[in-house]
């Protein structure tokens, strides 16, 4: 194995730290089905799919250079352990005008294992610049820290010079090293060459440098795989640690906690809206920056984190959480009473035996049976009735049901005796309204030739009832 490849990038200093949390737990609880998912993938039919389906994709791509046998066959070694998605069925989600998502491929583990040993073999000047820059703001070299201060200082003094900085890197970080490898200087003096100067004259004395990816079987590629396990590392623990510190003050699961988070919040940014321009940034900026910076020292972080957090920042950080907890539970009233709204249902009932308009029967001797209990009116002008729809609904008044996330509040449904008003309110036509008795609606039809005004095929009443919303307990805990 190669100690390291030439002209490539890999951090070949001591392994950057991993970031640790109180608390937390190193290796992930998402565990659980894990062996029902493991049995069904080696279940005989799965495996048998699968054997089948290797053999069709060894003799289709035998001549494929790509992926040897041995990668299909750790393929499909992978492929019984890891749980089968339909991965295609995001192609539905992408936006079809984009061209971003012409050719693109699906989910193919030799795809996916070669586009990882291209990517971890080239991803090492990411884990250089993280550790210079760890070294830099751990105050390794404390000449380079102060040098970054110094140039914060002027950049937050002068936040114009923001715009020099990216010209000042490729200068001093590209293009003056670049022009040294091709010109390096001249040996240390010797006895020969007592009086040897750096001279920028004459031909390049050696060849430029490219940047090449790790080679697969050397050091580099395996200390690029250890920085970017750790980095995996770090994001899972900062995520967690993340999600545990925000998500009880902001999911509600608190309500009067949530609601006063919200109520600074908001009051901050009115005031900030207002007041903004009158405040020194670049001074805060500045403060902020050195303050941020003067924590990495060692000194100062073993002082901070021992004695100034014990004696003061411990007891202030009480402090304000018991007053906090005060100001919460004297101040912020929440209304614990639930919304409360009010349903209707139509009960339809429809004239017995055939019905015409040329039929003479009083209308007062017709005989009505219970149709449904429906949400809609079913007026003439409905847009399912016109469209020669069924009428949709329940048969029985006690199937009637709450709206999902509702429940009844009262006991029993009440009849509404404003008829008169549910009708004019929705406009409907060709009605006739019951305003003594059941309170019955009558569809109207008019006789041939102007004739008299008859009581068509349906007639319904309303019902109305109080619902509340459901109260649902304990669901933020988990």
């Known amino acids: 194995m190669d100690d390291y490849t030439a002209e490539a990038f890999s951090n070949r200093d001591e ?3 991993v970031i640790g949390v109180p608390g937390n737990d190193a290796l992930s609880s998402d565990t659980e089905g894990k062996r029902d998912k493991l049995k069904k993938s080696l279940s005989p039919s799965h495996l048998k799919d699968k054997i089948r389906d290797a053999g069709n994709s060894s003799s289709s791509n035998g001549s494929d250079p790509g992926h040897s046998l041995q990668d299909r066959l750790f393929a499909k070694l992978l492929q019984q352990v890891i749980p089968a998605e339909d991965i295609n069925d995001l192609s539905d989600l992408q936006d079809k005008r984009s061209t971003k998502y012409i050719n693109r491929p699906g989910f193919s583990l030799p795809l996916m294992t070669n586009n990882f040993r291209r990517f971890n073999a080239r991803i090492g000047v990411v884990f250089v610049f993280q550790n210079r820059l760890v070294r830099l703001l751990s105050w390794k070299v404390t000449s380079h820290t ?3 201060l110094a140039v914060y200082t002027f950049v937050c003094l002068d936040p114009y010079l923001l715009s020099i900085l990216p010209l000042v890197f490729i200068l001093l970080f590209l293009l003056v090293p670049a022009f040294l490898t091709r010109h390096p200087p001249p040996p240390s003096p010797t006895t020969t060459m007592p009086d040897s100067q750096y001279s920028i004259a004459g031909p390049p004395l050696a060849p430029p440098r490219t940047v090449k990816p790790a080679s697969e079987m050397s050091k580099d590629f395996f200390r690029n795989m250890r920085d970017l396990q750790n980095c995996m590392d770090d994001f899972s623990t ?8 925000i998500t ?5 699961s608190n309500e009067p906690l949530s609601s006063t988070l919200f109520l600074f919040l908001f009051t901050s940014a009115c005031i900030l809206f207002l007041t903004s321009h009158l405040l020194p940034w670049r001074l805060i900026a500045l403060f902020l920056g050195w303050t941020a910076i003067a924590l990495g020292h060692p000194t100062l972080q073993a002082y901070v984190s ?7 920042v411990r007891p202030a950080t009480s402090t304000a959480r018991s007053w906090l907890d005060e100001w919460i539970s004297s101040d912020i009233i929440l209304d614990s009473a639930p919304e409360i709204r009010e ?3 139509f009960e339809l009932q429809r004239r017995k035996g055939s019905f015409s308009t040329q039929n003479n029967d009083d209308d007062d001797m017709v005989e009505w049976e219970s149709w449904i209990f429906s949400p ?3 007026e003439p002008t409905a847009p399912l009735r016109i469209a020669g ?5 329940t048969r029985f008044f006690e199937d009637v049901t709450a709206p999902a996330g509702w429940e009844f509040s009262d006991k029993k449904w009440g009849l509404d005796l404003g008829s008169k008003e549910w009708v004019e309110e929705r406009m409907v036509g060709g009605l006739e309204v019951e305003v003594e008795g059941e309170r019955w609606v009558y569809d109207v039809l008019n006789g041939e030739g102007g004739g008299t005004r008859r009581r068509g095929e349906w007639r319904r009443r309303r019902w109305v009832r109080l619902v509340k919303r459901k109260v649902l307990r304990d669901v933020g805990g988990g």
């Open 343 to 345: 349903v209707e249902i």
């Open 15 to 17: 392994p950057i730290p």
């Open 389 to 393: 729809e069924r009428v949709k609904g």
């Open 248 to 252: 009880p003050a902001t999911n509600f």
């Open 376 to 378: 809609s009116a079913w």
């Open 238 to 245: 900062i995520h967690d640690a993340t999600i545990k510190a």
């Open 306 to 312: 021992q004695t100034f957090y014990k004696e003061h």
């Open 146 to 148: 102060f040098s970054l």
